[in-house]
T-cell receptor, first 114, second 114 residues
Framework: EADIYQTPRYLVIGTGKKITLECSQT?????MYWYQQDPGMELHLIHY???????EKGDLSSESTVSRIRTEHFPLTLESARPSHTSQYLC?????????????FGPGTRLTVT | KNQVEQSPQSLIILEGKNCTLQ??????????LRWYKQDTGRGPVSLTI?????NTKSNGRYTATLDADTKQSSLHITASQLSDSASYIC?????????????FGRGTQLTVWP
């Protein structure tokens, strides 16, 4: 079991609210990722980071933003939530060493915007 | 276009039976092929990772095969258990960038009945 944590696990919030989804890992991994997954659909990469102060947008356009001030922490923020943001958000990190292929996923945050 | 297709979309089997899940990919240049297990409401957990030079890998009752020539992979589950009920996701990675971009299939939803 990987040491990667996400909070909250479930969030129901009204339109227009600002939200931050937390992700932290205790493995010292440099690379971290955010994915978005709708039911029955594939995961889509929305943000990634190679390390502190490094952030890039992924394949799927997203109105969210991320920051990487500390190695272990990679929060995702939505300034103004909309119903179209309803989805599951998964955070992951990868090992820089010999197992660099491996990505470890957190349990996910299920976001519902009403 | 890089993509991953999985079949069947869903599968129901009786406890103790074997099953095989299929995956076809068109990712190029190809680096490695992964199978993940995702329980409902949880993040994916890695089962196997195979590079293009490997053609089989086992993890307990799970055995994955890879044919890099035909771009096909399969995941065989032996003596299924109720806890095997989950979505099984095939993921292909390219080696065209340092990120090692992942391409996710939509998963096969496996249900094991007692």
């Amino acid at each position: 079991e990987a040491d990667i944590y996400q909070t909250p696990r479930y969030l129901v919030i009204g339109t227009g609210k600002k939200i931050t989804l937390e992700c932290s890992q205790t493995m010292g991994h440099d690379k971290m990722y955010w994915y978005q997954q709708d039911p029955g659909m594939e995961l889509h990469l929305i943000h990634y980071s190679y390390g502190v102060n490094s952030t890039e947008k992924g394949d799927l356009s997203s109105e969210s933003t991320v920051s990487r001030i500390r190695t272990e922490h990679f929060p995702l923020t939505l300034e103004s939530a909309r119903p179209s943001h309803t989805s599951q958000y998964l955070c992951a990190s990868s090992d820089p060493g010999p197992n660099s292929y491996e990505q470890y996923f957190g349990p996910g945050t299920r976001l519902t915007v009403t | 276009k890089n993509q991953v297709e999985q079949s069947p979309q869903s599968l129901i089997i009786l406890e103790g039976k074997n099953c095989t899940l299929q995956c076809n990919y068109t990712v190029s240049p190809f680096s490695n092929l992964r199978w993940y297990k995702q329980d409902t409401g949880r993040g994916p957990v890695s089962l196997t990772i195979m590079t293009f030079s490997e053609n089989t890998k086992s993890n307990g009752r799970y055995t994955a095969t890879l044919d890099a020539d035909t771009k096909q992979s399969s995941l065989h589950i032996t003596a299924s258990q109720l806890s095997d009920s989950a979505s099984y996701i095939c993921v292909a990675s390219d080696r065209g960038s340092t990120l090692g971009r992942l391409y996710f299939g939509r998963g096969t939803q496996l249900t094991v009945w007692p």
